[in-house]
């Protein structure tokens, strides 16, 4: 070891808020050793970091659905194999319930009705009557939240399946979309287009499918509330009018046409499994492919089947006490950001960073995905989040392991400096028009495609955000591209998307606290003239919603209020305000002496943070997520830059 401060001893924490600005200042380096070393400690032999990313109960929820598709009832009796799982998938939603009956989709969040309809419907199969007091009271909250008429169209698509739901006041997902001319299906985010190629074929394979002999949801149903879509205007009449079409077709069209949609859609998705662990690494499409494959009457005993359930039973957490499914893992993201925050934390030439380095080089892709769509003449390089997801490396990723490798330094330079070059040439080529960056494509904003009726998941797009756009930036210019024109329209980007108030929207993290200090990053890094009145505002409105002890925290409420929604300070969102401060030259300012003085205080004696917030975003409004490193990487960094 090469820190000095390992060997000091912290202040008690009972003092600390009392010390001088200079005093805290000395508590810092004992602080980062501590973190530090609890860095470490989490990190697997390969030189990888990867700690747990879960969700809301949804996912036990679609599970049990799940497992009503793969093991029909006889009868009225339903006695699936997996029955113990769904009792223990049952057990962990029950452990969630609000109050008030209901479930949220984040912590600290009100019920929502959608998360609420799918776990009484889980729990219901699961064996509790519906006059049981946990069913009674969902049911209360389902009703008062609007019933099942509410529910977002995936959640009426998964009911129709097994006639829980009207077929035809659902969405249709034709198979013949994998059909269309001038490549349509790329105008969708890479997430959507993997969730419902799989969705078209279940769709339209499912006619045999059944809930177990008198199962019914009719009891969620709220009087005098029609089951149809809701009403629409404008451009939304236009494809509710070809939803009816559609639902023409699958009654009256060619079969011909019909059965080579499907072949096409199974080709489709069977492609897309290869170099991957599981359809698109994601839950929602890794459930449609199995589903997909069983409604195509793949045998139980084929590769692609036995592979699919694999992949998507890796991301179970299932202990003697815990019950829970990833979305997917993160391997990728937590590794560099945890390199990254090493290294700006002081820590140079430890074996232990070589090994993080020659691991994110092994997990370079190398194949051309869905981005070559819109990029056929660049060369394929970047990486993804998960282990294995060579059709969608993505952008933020590949920016955060650039950064990353600045500090950690492998053990083959020369490969090192190739893959760099490579990675960087693909950031600049998936640049979009507007100057900005998205997550895995690039011009994908076609926004007419939010208008289709199942476009309630928030997602349809992968428009170009600021949070990725600042990153990219400060990740080019760290790399001595600041003259490049590329930063030069990222700047103007970042320009044109401040808010009014002077804070940034944060598409993948909660939310304004996170896209503003990484658009400051970003412009701080270009040293861009034209910034600095931009990033003062910024750094004023970070001041203005500090909380009163010190710390920062916002709600996902934010995204739904579109404006800032105060939450109880947290860890992750403390440190990034502070590196927002600090890249706005505001590293001394009282609000970010009081943010360090918290995070110290907050810190655990072996040098780890506690946090329950929910500070990740799946898709605004619909689906969070909790990084359980959030809480120990981030503020480390913050730490870094203030000793």
């Not at 319930?97 to 969040?109: E, K, R, W």
């Not at 509330?225 to 009816?244: C, E, W």
């Not at 590949?398 to 950064?403: E, G, P, R, S, W």
Request: aromatic content about 10%.
């Amino acid at each position: 070891m090469s820190y000095k401060w390992f060997q000091s001893s912290p202040a008690p924490a009972a003092h600390r808020a009392e010390r001088e600005p200079s005093a805290v200042r000395n508590e810092v380096a004992p602080g980062i050793g501590r973190a530090a070393e609890h860095l470490f400690s989490l990190q697997a032999p390969d030189g990888y970091w990867c700690c747990e990313l879960t969700a809301d109960t949804t996912l036990e929820s679609d599970y049990i659905l799940l497992q009503l598709w793969l093991h029909q009832p006889q009868g009225q009796e339903w006695n699936p194999p997996s029955q113990g799982r769904i009792e223990r998938a049952a057990r962990s939603i029950l452990d969630r319930q609000l109050p008030d009956g209901g479930f949220n989709i984040y912590s600290g969040g009100p019920a929502e009705v959608s998360a609420t309809v799918k776990a009484y419907c889980a729990l219901k199969l699961a064996g509790y009557q519906a006059d049981s007091e946990p069913l009674r009271r969902a049911r209360e909250r389902i009703l008062a939240l609007g019933g099942l008429q509410a529910a977002n169209s995936y959640v009426k698509i998964n009911l129709s399946l097994f006639g829980l739901y009207p077929r035809k006041h659902v969405p249709s997902v034709p198979p013949e979309i994998v059909l269309l001319p001038g490549n349509v299906l790329y105008e969708m985010s890479s997430w959507t287009r993997s969730i419902l190629v799989p969705l078209s074929i279940v769709q339209a394979r499912a006619s045999n499918r059944r809930a177990p002999a008198g199962f019914t949801l009719d009891e969620l149903i709220l009087p005098g509330v029609s089951l149809k879509f809701p009403k629409r205007t404008g451009l939304s009449i236009l494809f509710h009018h070809l939803d009816r079409v559609f639902k023409v077709w699958e009654k009256r069209g060619s079969e011909r046409i019909r059965a080579a949609a499907i072949r096409e859609a199974e080709r489709w998705i069977l492609e897309r499994t290869r170099f991957t662990e599981g359809l698109g690494a994601i839950y929602p499409a890794m459930m449609y492919f199995i589903m997909a494959l069983d409604a195509m009457n793949y045998q139980p005993d084929q590769p692609d089947l036995v592979d699919a359930i694999r992949h998507f039973e890796s991301l179970l957490f299932e202990t003697d006490d815990r019950f829970l499914f990833q979305p997917c893992v993160s391997p990728i993201w937590d590794t560099a950001i945890s390199a990254y925050a090493l290294g700006e934390a002081g820590v140079k030439d430890d074996e232990r960073m070589t090994r993080a380095a020659d691991w994110l080089i092994s997990k370079e892709v190398r194949r051309k995905g869905d981005w070559s769509i819109k990029r056929p003449d660049t060369e394929p390089s970047g990486w993804a989040f998960e282990f294995a997801n060579e059709f969608y490396p993505d952008i933020d990723d590949t920016a955060m392991v650039l950064l990353a490798l600045m500090h950690a330094k492998a053990s083959n330079p020369s490969a090192q400096a190739t893959t760099e070059r490579r990675a960087i040439n693909w950031l600049l080529a998936m640049q979009s028009d507007d100057g900005g960056w998205a997550a895995f494509d690039v011009n994908n904003n076609w926004a007419v495609l939010n208008q289709v009726p199942f476009a309630d998941h928030n997602a349809m797009l992968d428009p170009t955000c600021p949070d990725i756009t600042g990153r990219v930036l400060e990740c080019l210019c760290r790399r001595g591209l600041a003259s490049h024109d590329a930063v030069r329209r990222g700047v103007a980007y970042l320009l044109g998307s401040q808010e009014k108030d002077g804070s940034w929207y944060g598409r993948w993290g909660v939310n304004y606290v996170y896209g503003t200090f990484l658009a400051i990053r970003g412009l701080a890094a270009t040293g861009s003239p034209d910034a600095r009145e931009a990033i003062q505002r910024a750094a004023t409105w970070l001041r203005s919603v500090q909380n009163a002890d010190g710390g920062w925290g916002e709600s996902c409420a934010s995204y739904n209020s579109e404006r800032f929604v105060p939450a109880p300070s947290c860890p992750s969102q403390t440190a990034w305000a502070i590196l927002g401060l600090r890249a706005a030259g505001e590293s001394q300012c009282a609000a970010a002496r009081r943010g360090l003085r918290r995070l110290l205080d907050w810190q655990n004696p072996d040098g780890s943070w506690s946090e329950e917030a929910t500070t990740g975003t799946g898709f605004p409004n619909v689906f969070y997520l909790t990084y359980g490193m959030y809480r120990d990487y981030f503020p480390l960094l913050a730490l870094a830059g203030m000793a």
